[in-house]
């Protein structure tokens, strides 16, 4: 079956950080603040997952439970479907369908057109992180300590893999092998078609951060104030990189640069292959977000939405907003569609 990330990935921004490859970025042309709210809706009392977006309907989870289809030509909502228990991750989509995951420690499939029901995985504890699907297989992790491979048409199990500790971090899923960090401190890397562990890189503290995949290397940030990088097919570190506080950030890629953001309110920008940093920026007073790429930048949300230009980290252009924001920005053209701590979407042209 055809990689339903894959088959989606230009046409929307259809997962976390954008696409399969967590970089980020649909031509949006960001030398410029935007001027206008096109448009502003209320959802409920706050979202804390980043919204996606495909084939014109963007897709937000709320903490109530409430997974919202907006049609972004007006700002309306197509349909809601609700979940017993509140959500705080990025939903994804699937061939027709989006996943997400709920604190009722399960993962819907919602069908995109109707708002229907197709299928859902139970698990043992809630669901942070994000579904990520690879050949027609749903991988994600439970704060029960497992990650779940189950069939994108029916939700039916393929395998289950328990690890060490609580996993709120979302798989990066390569053709060959899946990676996760773990409140155990580790970094695992599992064989994608069985879920046996290839290998396993220790830090001094949990991994929330969700990794990122560039070549052989692999980028992750850890509770230890530190960002790796790791080889993809032994899980040696190839160097580390000490912020000033933890970092629950997940890293954005794109040619041979990885951005990350830290707890000590800096974004920083490094060398995937050298680890030498390019650049490093105020941009917060703490900064949990991922940063996403667009062209000639890397837009971030912490106080408020900014951009920053990748070459120099030198600041574009920052937009105040009305409530606190913490997810990441979805770039489409000249739209910007974001969410807030307070529960509001907007698009902002």
Aim: charge should be neutral; charged fraction near 15%.
């Amino acid at each position: 079956m055809e990689d339903a990330q894959e088959s989606n990935a230009s046409t929307g921004w259809i997962t976390l950080l954008g696409d399969a490859a967590r970089t980020g970025g649909l031509g949006l042309r960001p030398t410029r603040a935007p001027s206008q709210v096109r448009w502003q809706l209320r959802l409920g009392r706050s979202i804390r997952g980043a919204p996606i977006l495909d084939a014109g309907i963007l897709y937000v989870a709320s903490i109530e439970g409430t997974l919202h289809a907006i049609t972004v030509a007006v700002g309306r909502r197509k349909w809601v479907f609700h979940s017993a228990g509140g959500c705080h991750a990025t939903p994804s989509i699937a061939g027709n369908n989006v996943l997400f995951g709920s604190d009722d420690g399960k993962v819907y499939a919602v069908d995109c057109g109707s708002g229907k029901l197709v299928w859902e995985v139970a698990t043992g504890a809630e669901v942070w992180t994000s579904p990520v699907t690879r050949n027609g297989i749903v991988y994600f992790g439970s704060a029960d300590a497992n990650i779940y491979a189950v069939d994108a048409l029916s939700g039916a199990p393929r395998w289950k893999t328990s690890l060490a500790g609580k996993i709120y971090s979302t798989p990066y899923v390569s053709e060959s092998q899946l990676y996760v960090g773990c409140g155990d401190g580790t970094l695992y890397s599992l064989d994608v078609a069985s879920g046996k562990i290839v290998w396993g890189a220790e830090t001094r503290k949990g991994i929330d951060s969700s990794p990122a995949l560039a070549g052989a290397t692999v980028v992750v940030g850890s509770e230890d104030f530190c960002v790796y990088a790791l080889d993809a097919a032994t899980g040696v570190v190839r160097w580390k990189y000490e912020t000033g506080l933890g970092i629950a950030s997940s890293p954005a890629i794109s040619n041979g640069i990885a951005a990350i953001g830290s707890k000590d309110g800096y974004l920083y920008a490094f060398d995937v292959q050298s680890g030498q940093l390019r650049w490093r920026v105020r941009a917060g007073e703490v900064i949990t977000s991922p940063p996403v790429f667009s062209q000639g930048a890397i837009c971030i949300q912490a106080a408020g939405l900014i951009a920053f230009d990748i070459v120099t980290g030198k600041t574009l252009w920052r937009a105040g907003l009305g409530g606190a924001v913490q997810s990441a920005p979805v770039l489409s053209g000249e739209t910007i569609y974001i969410s807030s701590l307070d529960g509001e979407v907007y698009a902002l042209g």
